[in-house]
């Protein structure tokens, strides 16, 4: 079934872009903190080469044009406008996934960073999710090693720079594959969030651990569960631990329910090739007003949670309700400055409130053999969180490493280190990379 869409030539003839049913939150709630902005690194075994990197994304960059836009503005609905720039490549920053000037017209919303042996593209999820991301990423990289003589025999799995582009990329898929009368998902209640004190300006810590994949796996299928599953079960056991202590202080409280937010790749439920925001999410929890959960219970729950919760049937309500609202004629004749403020008053009331954690798992990479000898690791660092979550998650694993990121605007760093301990306890070999 061929996606729904524009011709591969009208992002650059028209010279403007709808917002997928995804981004169109993310101009309502940015702002300098709330960046939206996340980062993915590859750490290579060589020192980068600037020319050559340079050369390369000329070169890539210009098979995406979908991505070479700024944010524009109508009457009623914000837009992606073309502007025929190349991202800029700039030395690392000691702050990650810091904001862009998303409205300034001359400047795409995706950058490129480089710092001895590492590349990094950050994006703003106005354009894609991980996965649109790293897509751009291994067809970089690809042109790169090439640009530097390596011989790479393979191309598979990689979006070649003289390919055609494939009018499927620039759909939006949350569009395609809505259906009308659906019944939504339930309300969920509100959760329970760390209740530490926030970091001074700027407030956002990084700490990145790397985890034995090897000995991971083999705890994961004893307890006859996924990698996923048990990482995040581990984050649930871990947040049950600091409420409880946190319980025995203050008496009176409120909201036992710890929720995680586990994004779901729909490219792997839907068959869609789309380049843009196609990801949705599963609520995993654990209910304490019902008492405390083993950490055998709290697996038990999870496991059957993201079975069923990621399920297409069930994807698929929420999906329909996402754009459900945006098809809604009264929605769509409102002033853009009413949606706006329409939509930030939500995502306070719901989006931000509704999960105690957030847990994103960009899953295993895999590359043609000469580029995977070539490159020694992989990081994804998450967005920011926001002033309720406090702390959130990313996990990406590569040959027999997982790293795992804590991106923290806190002043504790007690989920990490009941986190990390929890692994180490259970015989899983963890080194703490950087805690910056």
């Not at 992606?80 to 904001?99: D, G, K, V």
């Not at 090439?146 to 598979?156: C, E, H, P, Q, V």
């Not at 946190?246 to 008496?251: D, G, H, L, N, P």
Request: glycine share 6%; hydrophobic share 40%.
């Amino acid at each position: 079934m061929e996606g729904k869409g524009i011709n591969t030539k009208s992002i650059q003839e028209i010279g403007w872009l709808k917002l997928d049913n995804a981004a169109k939150l993310y101009p309502a709630i940015m702002s300098g903190e709330l960046t939206s902005v996340f980062r993915i690194t590859a750490s290579l075994k060589e020192p980068v080469k600037f020319s050559a990197i340079k050369e390369a994304v000329e070169i890539t960059s210009a098979r995406f044009p979908y991505f070479s836009v700024s944010l524009g503005s109508g009457l009623f609905w914000y837009y992606l406008e073309y502007n025929h720039q190349l991202p800029r490549i700039q030395t690392e920053e000691e702050i990650p996934c810091t904001a862009f000037a998303a409205k300034r017209k001359d400047e795409p919303l995706y950058r490129i960073l480089v710092k001895e042996n590492r590349i990094s593209v950050e994006f703003i999820h106005l354009l894609t999710d991980g996965g649109g991301a790293f897509e751009y990423l291994k067809s970089l990289l690809y042109t790169y090693f090439r640009l530097t003589g390596k011989t790479i025999s393979s191309s598979d799995g990689i979006i070649l720079p003289d390919s055609p582009i494939a009018e499927g990329e620039m759909e939006d898929g949350y569009r395609r594959f809505f259906r009308k009368k659906i019944p939504p998902p339930g309300k969920q209640s509100k959760a329970w969030h760390l209740p530490y004190k926030l970091n001074d300006k700027p407030r956002l810590k990084v700490i990145t651990s790397e985890i034995s994949l090897d000995q991971l796996l083999e705890v994961a299928k004893n307890h006859g569960v996924s990698v996923t599953e048990y990482v995040v079960s581990v984050y649930l056991f871990s947040l049950q631990k600091l409420y409880l202590e946190e319980k025995e202080k203050v008496k009176k409280q409120k909201r036992g329910v710890l929720r995680i937010e586990v994004p779901v790749n729909l490219r792997k439920k839907f068959p869609s090739i789309t380049m843009r925001n196609f990801s949705l999410f599963v609520l995993p929890e654990i209910d304490l007003r019902l008492g405390i959960y083993t950490f055998e219970e709290v697996l038990k729950n999870v496991h059957h949670q993201l079975q069923s919760g990621a399920e297409v049937k069930q994807i698929t309500r929420l999906l329909s309700q996402n754009v459900g609202h945006e098809k809604s004629l009264f929605i769509r004749v409102l002033p853009l400055f009413i949606k706006t403020m329409a939509i930030a008053a939500v995502y306070r009331k719901m989006g931000s409130i509704q999960c105690s954690g957030i847990m994103t798992n960009l899953g295993a990479v895999n590359l043609p053999e000469d580029m995977q000898k070539c490159i020694d690791s992989f990081d994804l660092i998450p967005t920011p969180p926001n002033k309720h979550v406090k702390i959130s998650c990313a996990m990406v694993t590569f040959k027999n490493k997982m790293r795992l990121t804590f991106c923290n605007i806190a002043h504790s760093t007690e989920l990490e280190k009941q986190f990390l301990k929890h692994f180490t306890e259970s015989g899983i070999h963890v080194k703490v990379l950087n805690n910056k």
